[in-house]
């Protein structure tokens, strides 16, 4: 078997992997059909690129938005990995050129959507190259009893069934019922597939949940004592998006709004500014989030309740993908379930399915506003373990990181958690700020986001190891041969004149 610690090095720079990848890998280089349910942020995109850098050939990977796909292949060129992307962005021109570069054997992993498995012209460049594996991100889309069914993924068997070589078929979620996973297995025809859940527990995100007088005043209040944190907050409804981002700006804060109702170029602009920390916050419908990596969003704040449970842990995972400590909030009132109702029966428009089947998306829908309701009118019990049991999993409380046990707590004056041993590396604040401005500095002039550089857990433990050659810069986490020259030396250079100050 190929040397996927080498690889994890060399170009992701960990030493080891996380909970559940190893496995995974290993199952797809042998051959075998994979199903993996992953919490957002468990790192699921390494567990088909790794496999992907190891089998000759070209891994197709679908997934359902351009703004993932962007990022995605973004995050590898930014390791020295090359990938392309192929969807509705591209030019006539550039999708010749990079369906030509694919051909001369320049990419490893090509993302594709999945509309585009339809189309004659992929089929028969699919059909003339080796394709040895197929990864369906997002894998969710391809369930009815999903909260985000897409009737574009149930293609995608068909897709594969017209290859020449059955290639190996993995399928990625960060949110599954056991009936969706079973959809899952079905639908995409996978054959005694290895199946793996790391559950969806999130330690490092607290989940409050609160009923304020005014909301807005709340989420002023919040945005404004967390100063220099990004931040998502998420709306129901494109009006209540912009009042939002106005009252925002209105107060002196970078906030800029994202709905449907944008136009493209001013959509892609906000979110970029975002993306590049141009901006700390984005006020957004549920159009905004699903595959963005940002992985320093610190907080996600819900103006409104979203309609289930799925979409809700979804959009609130979107914090702390970096596994930091970060907020998920929740403000409730009894109008968001009208407002909920409403969306729901004027949304089911799809003309792919028949009014019968109409009527019974409706109907499943309605079921999970009902759970998503009792969930945020919740006052006897862990937050945590609400959304764990709709999941299927089991828990314990109290989880300590929660509204209900946070409020349990004070109220029985537990004591706080032992201190930290005094022997931890003492952290310069000084010198990671002058350390972040210098990573600003070559994200302005490479083009790319910050965290594309080096991520804040890699910042930090420059700042605390100061490293003074290469060889001590190719000890700190999440550093590779590709980021050791790109920015060794100027990293080093920044820590020397930090400290000769």
């Not at 901006?279 to 699903?290: C, D, E, L, P, S």
Request: aromatic share 10%; glycine share 6%; hydrophobic share 35%.
């Amino acid at each position: 078997m190929a040397d996927i610690y080498g690889i994890l090095k060399n170009y992701y720079g960990y030493t080891s992997f996380r909970k559940g990848q190893e496995e995974v890998i290993k199952s797809l280089l042998s051959g075998r059909d994979t199903l993996a349910v992953m919490p957002t942020g468990a790192g699921k995109s390494i567990c088909y690129q790794i496999p992907a850098l190891c089998m000759d050939g070209i891994t197709l990977v679908i997934s359902p938005l351009i703004s993932l796909m962007q990022d995605q292949v973004r995050n590898l060129r930014s390791m020295g990995i090359r990938g392309a992307y192929l969807n509705s962005s591209l030019t006539p021109r550039q999708m010749e050129k990079a369906i030509q570069n694919a051909k001369d054997g320049v990419y490893k992993i090509i993302y594709v959507a999945p509309e585009r498995l339809e189309m004659p012209s992929f089929i028969d460049f699919a059909c003339s190259q080796n394709i040895p594996l197929v990864a369906v991100d997002e894998a969710h889309c391809i369930s009815q009893w999903g909260h985000d069914f897409r009737p574009s993924y149930t293609q995608i068997a068909d897709f594969i069934a017209k290859l020449p070589k059955r290639p190996v078929v993995a399928a990625f979620t960060a949110t599954a019922t056991q009936m969706v996973k079973t959809d899952i297995i079905k639908n995409l025809h996978l054959k005694e597939p290895y199946s793996m859940s790391l559950g969806f527990d999130r330690e490092n995100l607290y989940f409050g949940l609160y009923k304020p007088v005014d909301k807005t005043k709340f989420v002023l209040d919040y945005v404004k004592s967390h100063e220099n944190k990004s931040g998502i907050i998420y709306c129901l409804t494109r009006r209540y998006v912009d009042e939002i981002a106005e009252m925002l700006q209105d107060n002196g804060i970078d906030a800029l709004p994202y709905h449907a109702g944008l136009d493209d170029d001013e959509r892609s602009f906000n979110q970029n500014e975002f993306i590049y920390d141009r901006a700390k916050v984005i006020v957004a419908t549920n159009a905004f989030g699903m595959g963005i990596d940002k992985p320093d969003v610190r907080y996600v704040i819900h103006y409104n309740m979203p309609a289930n449970i799925e979409d809700y842990y979804q959009q609130a995972g979107r914090a702390g993908r970096d596994g930091e400590p970060s907020e998920c909030i929740l403000l409730y009132s009894a109008r968001d379930v009208k407002i909920n109702e409403y969306l729901i029966n004027k949304s089911e428009e799809n003309e792919e399915l028949d009014p019968e089947e109409v009527k019974k998306h409706i109907e499943i829908k309605l079921e999970k506003l009902k759970l998503m309701t009792f969930y945020a009118t919740s006052k006897t019990m862990c937050l945590r373990k609400r959304i764990l049991n709709y999941f299927g999993e089991t828990y314990l409380p109290p989880c300590r990181n929660c509204s209900y046990c946070m409020k349990l707590r004070e109220e029985k004056s537990v004591q706080a958690r032992v201190p930290v041993s005094a022997r931890k590396p003492v952290l310069d604040e000084k010198l990671l700020e002058f350390l972040k401005k210098t990573r600003s500095e070559i994200a302005r002039i490479a083009g790319v986001p910050a965290y594309s550089v080096v991520n804040d857990r890699t910042l930090r433990e420059i700042a605390i190891r100061r490293p003074k050659n290469e060889a001590d810069f190719m000890k700190i986490y999440g550093i590779g041969e590709v980021k050791m020259r790109r920015y060794g030396k100027t990293f080093i250079n920044a820590v020397k004149e930090y400290e000769g100050k």
